[in-house]
């Protein structure tokens, strides 16, 4: 398969620890990359090469990997959070091709 | 620091042929081996769709989805890219974005990855 599946929601209050799931058959072969979208806004990555952080992301956010699943997750959660967030990876049996998960929205309470 | 910026029509008939050009400042794409320029669309409340990549040995690559609607090709100008989308439909009605990309290896496979992103366009396909 060459989808990536992503929970459509995750909640979570102020200062908890959420985590966002991304899940496919590519993953074990090919590296992931997250973007968070704000409403209105161009996407900005957040990790890249599974758990790598571009410079200017706050340390909270961070990037894991096992199997063929990844998971971002965010520490310490702040209202500015709030945003939908995508996986992204290259199809199983074309590298050339790009892969997006459906999206996450996350709700800071 | 590279910034993107898309332009082109806000409104077009359904069966017309879109084109958008991207616009790029400080980034090469002739001189800047394993980069390119890709295009992805996002329509109203949807997921993000990858459209397809020029890449900087002149090589492009699409998504399957689209068939042999699609071209990207390079601008008179160096630092331009150009997407070109025929027989639109209101299917088509998205925001679309330029973003640099490049291309990170795992072993024996690669991917490419969008780091910057250009701020979107919107285009609405109505009659």
């Known amino acids: 398969s060459s989808d990536l599946t992503q929970p459509p929601s995750v909640s979570v209050s102020p200062g908890q620890t959420a985590r966002i799931t991304c899940s496919g058959d590519s993953l074990a072969n090919h590296f992931s990359y997250w973007y968070q979208q704000k409403p209105g806004q161009a996407p900005v990555m957040v990790t890249f090469k599974d758990t790598e952080r571009p410079s200017g992301v706050p340390r909270r956010f961070s990037g894991s990997k096992s199997g063929t699943i990844v998971t971002l997750t965010i520490s310490e959660v702040q209202p500015e959070d709030e945003a939908d967030y995508y996986c992204q990876s290259a199809d199983t049996t074309d590298t050339y091709l790009v892969i997006f998960g459906g999206g996450t929205k996350l709700t800071v309470l | 620091q590279i910034t993107l910026k898309e332009s082109g029509p806000t409104l077009v008939k359904p069966t017309q042929t879109l084109t958008l050009t991207c616009t790029i400042t400080d980034f090469s794409l002739t001189t800047s081996p394993g980069e390119g320029v890709a295009w992805i669309r996002q329509a109203p409340g949807k997921a993000l769709e990858w459209l397809g990549i020029y890449y900087w040995n002149d090589d492009r690559f699409y998504s399957h989805s689209l068939g042999s609607r699609l071209t990207i090709t390079k601008g008179a100008s160096k630092t331009q890219v150009v997407l070109t989308m025929t027989h639109m439909e209101p299917v088509d009605t998205a925001t679309y974005f330029c973003?640099?990309?490049?291309?990170?290896?795992?072993?024996?496979?690669?991917?490419?990855?969008?780091?910057?992103w250009g701020q979107g366009t919107t285009v609405i396909v109505s009659s």
């Open positions: 973003a640099h990309a490049l291309t990170f290896c795992l072993e024996t496979t690669c991917s490419f990855n969008m780091d910057v």
